[in-house]
């Protein structure tokens, strides 16, 4: 089954202590890309892959760091987490093939709490 | 800065009405644009996915149109059912020098009322 997986699901963290979320597919999709979701704000792209080793800054990159060791993983890390990361966070990935990219996978999202 | 707008933000219809959702984009050179569903607390459901070469796609009671020139797409949704009740997504992949940044409108969420 084709699938975008998230862990962990839920996580409640204190200021200033690192943490990584972790993204996995299973399509061998060239693209994947890390979204947060807030109220009143939508989805906003923080950072996005085009493929292993190539990574680029969404919208609200601040804050979080990324990687792309191999095509299917692609980790967030918040190396010193604040309050204002409190979020919905989703993982997502798609063919980019052509520059026009096939239809895009989610993960189920991961709930994070900064204290 | 490339933005996507969606209205109406709230939508709430009777069962079996006819609807359509409106999303807008401030650039013409884009890859693709998809529609997404997403239920309170969960994911998110690919539902359309129009290439930038397509002008609408159509799946089950569904139908999704792009016109790029004019930076509009529509999300048409016939006979419409409680189940249909969620928050509906429009993403457009704009093209970036060389890559590819994907932006999400705020989404409308639509209620059918049985």
């Known amino acids: 089954e084709a699938q975008v997986t998230q862990n962990p699901r839920y996580l409640i963290t204190v200021t200033g202590k690192k943490l990584t979320v972790t993204c996995s597919q299973n399509m061998n999709h060239e693209y994947m890309s890390w979204y947060r979701q807030d109220p009143g704000l939508g989805l906003r792209q923080i950072y996005y892959s085009m493929n292993v080793e190539v990574t680029d800054k969404g919208d609200v990159p601040e804050g979080y760091k990324v990687s792309r060791k191999e095509k299917r993983n692609f980790p967030l890390i918040l190396e010193s987490p604040s309050p204002n990361q409190t979020s919905l966070y989703f993982c997502?990935?798609?063919?980019?093939?052509?520059?026009?990219?096939?239809?895009?996978?989610f993960g189920q999202g991961t709930r994070l709490t900064v204290v | 800065k490339q933005e996507v707008t969606q209205i109406p933000a709230a939508l709430s219809v009777p069962e079996g009405e006819n609807l359509v959702l409106n999303c807008s984009f401030t650039d013409s050179a884009i890859y693709n644009l998809q529609w997404f569903r997403q239920d309170p607390g969960k994911g998110l459901t690919s539902l359309l996915l129009?290439?930038?070469?397509?002008r609408e796609q159509t799946s089950g009671r569904l139908n999704a149109s792009l016109d790029k020139s004019s930076g509009r797409s529509t999300l048409y949704i016939a006979a419409s059912q409680p189940g249909d009740s969620a928050t509906y997504l429009c993403?457009?992949?704009?093209?970036?020098?060389?890559?590819?940044?994907?932006?999400f409108g705020i989404g409308t969420k639509l209620q059918v009322i049985p």
């Open positions: 129009i290439q930038s070469s397509q």
């Open positions: 993403a457009v992949r704009f093209i970036s020098g060389g890559y590819q940044k994907v932006t």
């Open positions: 997502a990935s798609s063919d980019a093939s052509a520059g026009i990219g096939t239809e895009a996978f």
